[in-house]
C-alpha cells in the first residue's frame, strides 16, 4: 500500500526481510560482504549491480535509516554518517574546491563556525557571514566563487529563524547550493526542501534518537549532490556504525509523537518563563514575541523544543540558576527526553570574546533549554526554584 503519511513512513519503511520473516529488523553487524563469484565480485565494485559490498559505504541498517530520512525530507538520495559534525564537513568536503566562497548566516554553532574561519582558510576556502536580521544584504555578499549558501533554522543557541523561502529564492537565482541544518526542527516540523533546499543536513543525535544513547548524521538531498557526498565518504570514512543507524531507525518510529510531546510541553515552559519577574526576554518559535514569529508559523509545523531565554544579572547569575537546578540535567547535549538547561556565556561559548557571543545573540544571561517528556509542571517547578 502506498502511503506518504509520515507516521506511516517512518513505521513501515524496512530492509527486506530475511528468510526467517522478522518482523522488526535485524542487527547487521557485519563489517563486509561476500560474493558469489569473480563475476558478481567485478559487477558489484564496477556498480553494475546495487548491493552491499563493505559497511564503510553501506549496510542494510544505515540504509533503513536514510531511506527514512530521504522520505521524511522529500529528497532524492542520502547518507549517514558517524556524527552531525563528519555531515557537515563532508558535505562541504565534497562540494567546494579550493577557492570557493561560502555565505553563511553568522548563528552557526560553535565546531561550525570553527571549519569556516580555522580550517577551511588553509584550503583558500573564504565565509562571509549576515546576521539573522540582514538578509536582504545576502546577495550584496555573492562573489563569482561563491559555491554554497548555509544556515540553521531555528539556530543554535538562539533559537532564531531564517526566511527559508527567501534564501531559497536567493540561492536558485544565483545557482548557488543551498544547504540547511534541519536539526533544531526535524522533518517532522520543517521539510527545508519544500523552501528550495539542495541539501539538508541533521546530527540525529539529537531528537531523531531523542534519548541522549547514540551519536549519528545524515545528509539528504538532490540525487546528484548526494552522490558526491557519498564519493567523499566512502574515501574518509566518516560512516556510521551499523549498531548506530539501527537504533535510529527505530527512533524513528517514534519521531512524531515524541516531538509533539516535546512541543506541547515547550510552549508551556516558555509560556510561564515570559511570565517570570527573573527573566527579561525568552525566544521560541511559536511564541508571538518571537521576532520571526511570523516566519516560523509559515515554515514550522510547531515550535520545536528548545527554548533561550535571558535571566537578569548575567553570567553571574546563570551560574548560579545552574548550581541550583535539581530535576533538569546540566549537559551539552539536546533533544532528549531529558529536560536540560545550558548557560552558553559561561560554558560552551565561553572562550569567545565578549563581542564574538554577542554577534550571534549569546548575551551574558542568555540560559538555553531543551524541554524534555517529564510532565510539564515538574518541569517548570524546577526552573522556577531555580530562578527564585
Known sequence: METTHFETVAIRTQSERTQYLEHSTPLYLTSSFIFD?????????AE??????YSRFSNPNTSEFVSKVVEMEGAEDGYA?????AAIFSTFGALLSASDHIISCRSVFGSTHTLFTKYFPK??????????????????LIQPNTKILYVESPT????????LKLLGEIAKKHNLIFIVDNCFATPYLQRPIEFGADIVIHSATKLMDGQGRVLGGVVVGSQKLVR????FSRNTGPAMSPFNAWVLSKSLETLSVRVDKHCENAIQVAQYLERHEAVDSVKYPFLPSHPQYNVAKQQMR?????????????????RQFLNKIKLCSLSANLGDTRTIVTHPASTTHS???KEDRLEVGITDGLVRVSVGLEYVEDIINDLNQALD
Open 81 to 85: 554518517f558517524a556524527t552531525g559534525m
Open 351 to 353: 572562550k569567545l570574546s
Open 123 to 140: 584550503w583558500n576556502i573564504e565565509t562571509s557571514y549576515f546576521k539573522v536580521n540582514e538578509v536582504e544584504i545576502v546577495e550584496e
Open 302 to 318: 510547531a515550535g520545536g523544543n528548545i527554548i533561550a531565554f535571558q535571566i537578569k544579572g548575567g553570567i553571574a547569575s546563570g
Open 48 to 53: 553494475e549491480k546495487e548491493r552491499n559490498l
Open 156 to 163: 543554535n543557541p538562539a533559537v532564531d529563524i531564517l526566511d
Open 37 to 45: 563469484d569473480a563475476e558478481d565480485m567485478r559487477a558489484s565494485f
Open 228 to 231: 558526491e557526498i557519498y564519493l
